[in-house]
């Protein structure tokens, strides 16, 4: 085995500390994840959508639900139907041509300024195809070269439709390969916009590029870059951005927008600002070969890509081996992690219940993962309880089976209401019409809430029937009758 002691960059310019420390762990302790003790369920809300990857809200108590289609366009969902008119639509040449076979690239992702209702500033971030140059990965090659942006539009507060105006652009930075984009961007509870920036694409943090397509140090360990980051900006000063006088790299060697580093793909994330929740700012951060991980993100923090791939060394130069040591010192581990033999290729995030409607939800962190391979649909979704010192990740039972969805997941979202949601599809890119949003309910047969199938559902339901509540019309039928109870039972004896 090749040993390899990986380069840290610190945070003065130029000045590399070359050491080696021991790893925490090696690909054969992965353990298949285990199914826990939550039953939940996915109930259909809309779809006909190519790619949908986020919903989200408008922070403005309309109920609506906003639903970024990958393709270029921003649908409403409005009292349980999806208005025919897209809320915003960016298309080519301001957007790249997706491919619809697979494609990292396009609109990626929306925030609501949080006072949206009186303002009607949205951000939204996409991809916008550049002619780059010669010596670039991306030039020439099939998908080109291309721009990550981050704009600003407006609309009337309470509007289905933005007002039309051309977008303001915000930040812009160039991409050397197609893929490791990010996309997320949102409002953290300290009214800052955070953005989260892939590595800059391609493999390896592109060490093993020949040149090196991303520097010699590659970009995630390099303060001086804003690739492999989380940005955090301050959009209501400065032009057109102002810099939050906290963010770690202010006034040292860095880049003023860090709020922090060492990324591969930070692909979604959220915060945990829910009633009861702890401002915690949670991340899907995609490995590469064999590890996907879930990050706490603290301002300065380094989450150790490339030295590191979840809990482990890294090599750019033999990736499927982790090395026995590599220096590490004064990176911040995941919080969990699981290999890709067990728990799919692509980690995506997702959020921590904080609703009120399923109280036995609360605290869970759900999330999903996109796919077990490139060929099927074999989506996964997975929670951690929170509520427990102990961050273990668990597949929940899924209504009346164990089995897997069946589906790519392609993305979460939260409402207005604070319920979770899950972007779906059946094409692994971003083509067609099949993909949906569901949102996250608990299982039918869990009558009392508690997260759980178990005899004080049945005590709960029989005392409903007997009743004759409308609670206890379990088949929808309008009446209270033998087919109700029959119904439960089934359910019931199924686990959801």
Request: one cysteine or more; hydrophobic letters at 40%.
């Amino acid at each position: 085995m090749k040993r390899f002691c990986a380069s840290a960059l610190r945070r003065a310019r130029g000045v590399i500390a070359i050491g080696c420390v021991a790893a925490t762990a090696s690909f054969a302790d992965a353990q298949p994840i285990p199914y826990g003790d939550l039953r939940i369920d996915l109930a259909e809300v809309a779809t006909g959508f190519a790619a949908a990857i986020q919903v989200t809200h408008a922070n403005d108590g309309s109920g609506r639900l906003f639903v970024v289609d990958q393709i270029g366009k921003v649908w409403v969902v409005k009292n349980g139907a999806v208005l025919a008119t897209p809320f915003l639509q960016i298309s080519p040449p301001e957007l790249v041509n997706v491919v619809g076979g697979y494609d990292e690239r396009g609109l990626l992702g929306i925030a609501f300024h949080p006072d949206y209702a009186n303002n009607g500033r949205v951000f939204v971030r996409y991809s916008k195809p550049r002619t780059g140059v010669s010596g670039e990965p991306c030039f020439g090659s099939s998908r080109g070269c291309h721009t990550e942006v981050l704009a600003e539009y407006h609309a009337n507060p309470g509007a289905d439709v933005v007002d039309g105006a051309a977008a303001k652009v915000i930040l812009a930075i160039d991409k050397p390969q197609f893929n490791h984009n990010s996309g997320a961007i949102a409002f953290g509870p300290d009214g800052y916009l955070y953005m989260g920036m892939g590595d800059g694409g391609g493999a390896h943090d592109g060490l093993a590029d020949n040149p090196p397509s991303h520097g010699p140090f590659g970009n995630g360990q390099n303060i001086n870059t804003l690739m492999g980051k989380m940005l955090r900006l301050d959009v209501d000063t400065g032009s057109p951005y102002g810099i939050p006088a906290d963010n770690p790299f202010v006034g040292v060697d860095g880049a003023d927008e860090i709020f922090a580093y060492g990324f591969r793909n930070p692909f979604y994330f959220s915060f945990d600002d829910g009633p009861g929740g702890t401002g915690d700012l949670w991340l899907g951060e995609v490995g590469q070969n064999l590890y996907e991980e879930i990050d706490i993100v603290v301002k300065g923090g380094n989450y150790g890509w490339v030295i590191k791939e979840g809990f482990h060394c890294f090599n750019p130069f033999n990736p499927n081996i982790p090395p026995t040591n590599c220096d590490d010192a004064g990176m911040i581990d995941p919080i969990a992690e699981y290999d890709h033999t067990n728990g799919g290729i692509a980690i995506l995030g997702g959020f921590v219940y904080r609703a009120s409607q399923f109280p036995g939800l609360q605290g869970m962190y759900i999330f999903g993962d996109f796919s077990s391979n490139f060929t099927a649909n074999t989506g996964h979704l997975f929670y951690i309880d929170t509520n427990h010192e102990h961050m273990t990740i668990l597949r929940p039972r899924l209504h009346g089976t164990t089995e897997e969805l069946g589906l790519t997941v392609k993305g979460t979202g939260r409402g207005g209401d604070g319920e979770i949601y899950i972007c779906t599809g059946t094409t692994l890119g971003p083509s067609g019409s099949t993909g949906s949003i569901h949102v996250v309910t608990q299982c039918f047969a869990d009558f009392d809430t508690s997260g759980f199938v178990d005899l004080d559902d049945y005590i709960a339901f029989v005392h409903a029937f007997e009743l004759g509540g409308d609670d206890a019309d379990f088949d929808g039928s309008g009446f209270v009758d033998l087919d109700d109870f029959i119904a439960f039972v089934h359910a019931f004896e199924a686990g959801c």
